[in-house]
């Protein structure tokens, strides 16, 4: 439940962060492994063998299993985790920073975490860091910042890969409030030692984590063999898939139990159970007489084969669509819900506003109840990605969530053409166009 507030104060992103409280260690292992024991969750630590913190962990985020396998994989020891600051509205401060956790804004910025990380090393603490900064749209990789391996090297500390499979399946980021029952694997291992961290070059430290970092959950899916029988596992996947694969027209799409659908086209795919979509059965043109085919000819009508589908492949073909149809320039405007989150204490409902995006920047204009309007600038040059919200806590609906570095605002909308993934797109595109 989301707690409301009309305290504007930011959130102190200089204060220390405190190391896990030891008398909670036993419970966070404890409701870890009960959390994960459906999924029946193996670890493979074969790679950390002799290694002890400090260290930083650099790991994949494709789900809310993330942040119960993290605890399993650390066990015996304890971390810190480099948190979004809607932890801290849910659990409170005292109890999040008890857990280990450091106070970030997503894709802003801020001297204060690097600081902050450091601190946690310097007590001999190992650091978890999530470079994605959001759970995973469709199952794959999302942007990884271009200064991971600068990163590493300020820190000067062992570096460390865990990669969990199976969290995107098991929760979906377009449905997560349903559970699907998915084998979990975690592999966590050294990636690079102190000495290596020193010797090497910053850009080659970039590279091998990237590498590290990539992931298809459906190629996972297809390699062990898991079938996904749940009757509502399409539920959701048009928010990811806003535009249909046949007729290419947008905001159309709908989905219920196991099909997601076209109301433009009528087009209708079936989400098989080993993760393909299928379009459903078509049955050619009989003619005008029953038992007759198209072409005059006795027989039964024929049935055309039907198309298959990779989720992720129809994620890239709308975002290149969305290159392409929009590199010359672009302009949305929405009326919008605006829920800002300073700090701890909890959002402060701001009321509605408009929200615009061209090829430059977002522009958000607050509307106050006094008649006067506050209007903020986000520019995509110092934006790498936005985060989305497809029903932000199954109340909300769906959003965006825009940065300073003194508050959160939670931008939501219910237009027809305000998709989340689109914008993602777009902002995303907009941002490698102003680094060129």
Not at 153 to 166: A, N
Request: proline share 5%.
């Amino acid at each position: 439940m989301l707690k409301y507030t009309d305290d504007m104060t930011p959130f102190d992103m200089t204060a220390r962060p405190s190391k896990q409280y030891f008398f909670l260690m036993p419970l966070i292992w404890i409701a870890s492994f009960l959390d994960t024991k459906k999924f029946g969750l193996r670890i493979d630590k074969s790679g950390m063998k002799g290694i002890k913190p400090p260290y930083l962990v650099i790991a994949t985020h494709q789900g809310p299993a993330d942040y119960s396998a993290a605890p399993l994989a650390m066990f015996p020891h304890r971390a810190m985790f480099v948190s979004d600051m809607e932890g801290f509205e849910w659990y409170g401060k005292w109890l999040y920073r008890g857990l280990g956790c450091i106070g970030k804004r997503r894709f802003v910025s801020d001297i204060s975490v690097v600081k902050n990380m450091k601190y946690a090393l310097s007590k001999k603490q190992a650091v978890w860091v999530y470079p994605e900064s959001r759970h995973s749209n469709v199952g794959t990789t999302a942007y990884i910042p271009e200064n991971l391996g600068k990163l590493c090297k300020m820190m000067d500390v062992p570096v460390v890969l865990f990669t969990l499979y199976g969290a995107y399946l098991a929760n979906p980021f377009w449905d997560e409030l349903h559970t699907r029952k998915v084998p979990m694997e975690g592999k966590m291992k050294l990636l690079f030692s102190k000495e290596e961290v020193e010797s090497i070059s910053s850009e080659v430290i970039q590279a091998e984590i990237e590498k590290g970092l990539q992931y298809n959950e459906y190629e996972y899916q297809t390699a062990h063999d898991i079938r996904i029988t749940e009757p509502f596992r399409a539920q959701g996947l048009h928010m990811p898939l806003y535009r249909c694969r046949k007729c290419g027209v947008r905001y159309k799409m709908v989905s219920s139990g196991d099909t997601l659908e076209c109301r433009a086209c009528g087009r209708k795919y079936l989400l098989r159970e080993d993760g393909l979509l299928e379009e459903y059965m078509k049955v050619q043109d009989c003619g005008e007489n029953p038992g007759e085919n198209s072409n005059g000819t006795a027989g039964s009508c024929g049935v055309t084969d039907r198309e298959k589908f990779k989720i992720p492949e129809w994620y890239e073909w709308e975002r290149q669509l969305e290159i392409e149809e929009n590199d010359d320039g672009f302009r949305k405007e929405f009326n919008v819900r605006v829920e800002a989150l300073p700090g701890e204490k909890g959002f402060v409902n701001l009321g509605t506003g408009i929200l615009t995006m061209d090829e430059k920047e977002f522009a958000l204009r607050i509307n106050e109840k006094s008649g006067a309007s506050e209007e903020l600038h986000f520019p995509h040059r110092i934006r790498e990605s936005v985060q989305t919200e497809y029903d932000y806590r199954g109340v909300k609906g769906k959003g965006i969530v825009l940065s300073t570095r003194d508050c959160c605002y939670y931008i939501y909308c219910d237009a027809e053409d305000f998709n989340p993934t689109e914008i993602q797109f777009l902002g995303e595109w907009s941002y490698r166009k102003a680094k060129k």
